[in-house]
């Protein structure tokens, strides 16, 4: 009861100030946010980490549409909405054969009417647009092919919990350029933090998703650093960051991928490199002994339970403010 009032009598304070709302809004990329957005969810996720069950949801309902297997997202999305009092219904790959048994317009109009919120994760990402232009009620991300912008801003609520500050921090990311490095990319330039990226020539930063991050550093004054030596990204870094060489829907090419990401992988030899106090971060699944050694992803350094735990937490910000159109600050933001 505290707790709701803090975040209550934080809501007031923030509307005195012209805060921003996520309110009706559809999250698909980093891009539909602001800095301002990203720095009260941040802010927001510390009280709300604390703040445990409230009942800020209840009789709202939430579809989780997924042509692709889950386990953080799905469960931290249906714990997150029955820890605000909502309720969810969870569709699986089988279940609804987006655009095959029924075409993505038809099943978006269908679904807006029934819920008050669809999140969706996807195969193209265009799915997810098409999903948003014909629902009249909000479209959030769980993963596409281009974009994971919940894994994202999970990452640097962690990053935040660990280090206490992001702006002026240095973040490698090692491997891959992916869904889950497109949206860490923007997220973190667009917060100030530097930005350096190692990957194989063929599997670097896509044109579009660059050019975006470009615009971001230019604003933001932080480093964008791209190179192929994994070294080069790594030195003096505070954030080691990779995920697997193989995303969902990719499996024809683990092969291949295996031989030309060999030299990505995380080891004690490359986080060496970093600064001593630096921590390891991955959005798991995991491979063992492919992207990552069993030794970084156990060591003190490593985050990667933490970061899996606190999508929860930073899930129910975003679906407490989209939702429920709460507008919370928190006073342990510095
Ligand atoms: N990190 C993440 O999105 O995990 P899942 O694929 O298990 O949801
Ligand atoms: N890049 C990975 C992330 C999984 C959370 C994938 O798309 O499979």
């Known amino acids: 009861m505290t707790l709701y009032l803090i975040i209550v009598f934080h809501a007031i304070l923030l509307e005195s100030n012209g805060g921003t709302s996520l309110k009706g809004k559809d999250l698909l990329s980093i891009s539909d946010l602001s800095r301002e957005d990203i720095r009260l969810l941040v802010a927001d996720a510390v009280d709300m980490k604390v703040a445990g069950w409230l009942s800020l949801l209840s009789a709202k309902t939430l579809v989780l549409l997924f042509e692709k297997p889950s386990l953080r997202t799905r469960v931290s999305f249906e714990i997150a909405m029955r820890q605000l009092g909502g309720q969810s219904i969870y569709l699986s790959p089988a279940e609804v054969g987006i655009g095959q048994r029924e075409s993505v317009a038809d099943v978006a109009r269908v679904l807006c009417n029934y819920v008050d919120a669809i999140t969706a994760r996807t195969f193209a990402h265009r799915t997810l647009e098409i999903l948003a232009s014909y629902s009249s009620v909000p479209v959030i991300n769980a993963l596409s092919d281009l974009e994971h912008p919940c894994q994202a801003l999970t990452d640097l609520f962690t990053i935040y919990e660990k280090k206490g500050k992001l702006e002026g921090l240095k973040v490698a990311y ?100 970093a600064k001593k106090d630096a921590i390891f971060m991955h959005p798991l699944p995991a491979h063992h002994g492919e992207e990552v050694t069993e030794g970084v992803l156990y060591s003190p350094q490593s985050v990667v339970f933490d970061q899996a735990e606190n999508r929860m937490h930073v899930q129910k910000v975003l679906l407490a403010e989209i939702l429920g159109g709460l507008e919370i600050t928190s006073v342990n933001y510095k």
């Open 174 to 273: 090692v491997g891959d350029s992916n869904n889950v490095s497109n949206s860490l990319m923007l997220a973190a330039l667009l917060m100030g933090m530097d930005f350096r990226i190692a990957s194989p020539i063929g599997y670097q930063v896509q044109a579009e998703i660059m050019h975006t991050a470009q615009e971001y550093a230019a604003d933001s004054g932080a480093d964008l650093f791209c190179a192929e030596e994994p070294q080069l990204a790594v030195s003096g870094a505070d954030v080691v960051y990779t995920d697997v060489w193989t995303s969902m829907g990719q499996e024809a090419e683990t092969e291949q991928r295996r031989q030309i990401f060999a030299g990505y992988q995380v080891n004690n030899e490359l986080l060496s490199l």
